[in-house]
């Protein structure tokens, strides 16, 4: 689990702020304690945080916002090769 910038505790909420590590620009989301405490003594993110989206969570997990994201891993589709090839060989 990647380190977290900062938390702060208030009225049941956890203000998280992550750093970027690709953009530098900080991130902030507030979670519900109990949900918070669940995911950091092992329950999966998906169900500790049901509410939360995709991005929102990478972000818990790994500080990247969801532009960065995108930039990364979002391709379209003629941007991948595919061999179409027909296969001579038996396997």
Known sequence: MAKLDL???????????????QCGKEQSL??????????RDGMLIQRAFKSLTAGQ??????????????AMFNFEEDEIYV???????PF
Do not use: F, H, S
């Not at 956890?14 to 590590?21: D, I």
């Not at 507030?30 to 995911?39: F, K």
């Not at 818990?60 to 532009?67: D, R």
């Open 7 to 21: 938390i702060d505790c208030a009225n049941n909420l956890v203000k998280v702020v992550r750093t970027c590590p």
């Open 83 to 89: 061999d179409e090839t027909p296969r001579t060989d």
């Open 57 to 70: 969570r990478e972000i818990l997990m790994t500080g990247i916002c969801e532009p960065c994201w995108d």
């Open 30 to 39: 507030q979670v519900n304690y109990e949900e918070y405490q669940n995911w």
